[in-house]
């Protein structure tokens, strides 16, 4: 009986290690194909500067459309490369450190942070590389920012842990109120009728 829970925690501990090291691989991966996509961009896209994909009649809805873009979303921050710099490796530092401290255990949140920190990185590349990074996506009939396959990573990843997170914590609280709030008691008996 001892030998195979002894066991059974080994099994834990390496799917635990497997889940954080697939976590980095999975955050390196999503960078791989954001530097991908950004590398067709600028091999096919940016020659002819706009490649429509759906139109309805007069109306583009949505665009393959090259752009450099300096600064982060909408624009903001334009031409500080040192904080758009400084600001992705403080995250995805921060990002790795929780997922490895091991604070973290539900594999979805960890895929989320992973996702986050793979959009981070992509763009990351093309700062340190390039001095801008390589937006292409164009939203035309929502009259969206331009944005890539690294911003669909970050927001999505963000969006979803801080979601879970909002949503755990108030099934938390709604526990501890249940928890701390007494029984009704009652007031009479079938005895008395």
């Given amino acids: 009986m001892y030998g195979s829970c002894v066991y059974m925690e080994k099994v834990l501990k390496n799917k635990t290690l497997a889940l954080k090291v697939f976590s980095v691989i999975f955050t390196v991966v999503l960078a791989v194909i954001d530097q991908f996509t950004k590398m067709l961009t600028v ?76 959009g981070g990185l992509g763009n990351l590349i093309d700062r340190v590389f390039l001095g801008y990074v390589v937006d292409f996506i164009d939203v035309r009939i929502i009259n969206f920012a331009i944005f890539n396959f690294a911003d669909i990573c970050a927001v999505c990843g963000g969006i979803y842990f801080g979601a879970a997170m909002l949503i755990e914590e108030i099934k938390a609280d709604k526990k501890k109120k249940n928890e701390t709030t007494p029984a009704p008691t009652e007031t009479g008996t079938d005895e008395q009728a």
Avoid at 88 to 104: D, N, Q, R, T
């Fill in 43 to 118: 091999e096919y896209i940016k020659p002819v500067g706009c490649i429509p994909l759906i139109k309805i009649g007069d109306t583009e809805w949505l665009n393959f459309t090259y752009c450099e873009n300096t600064g982060m979303s909408f624009s903001m921050l334009e031409g500080q490369r040192a904080i758009l710099i400084t600001i992705p490796i403080l995250l995805i530092i921060a990002v790795e450190w929780y997922i490895f401290s091991g604070k973290l255990k539900r594999t979805d949140l960890i895929i989320a942070l992973a996702a986050l920190a793979g």
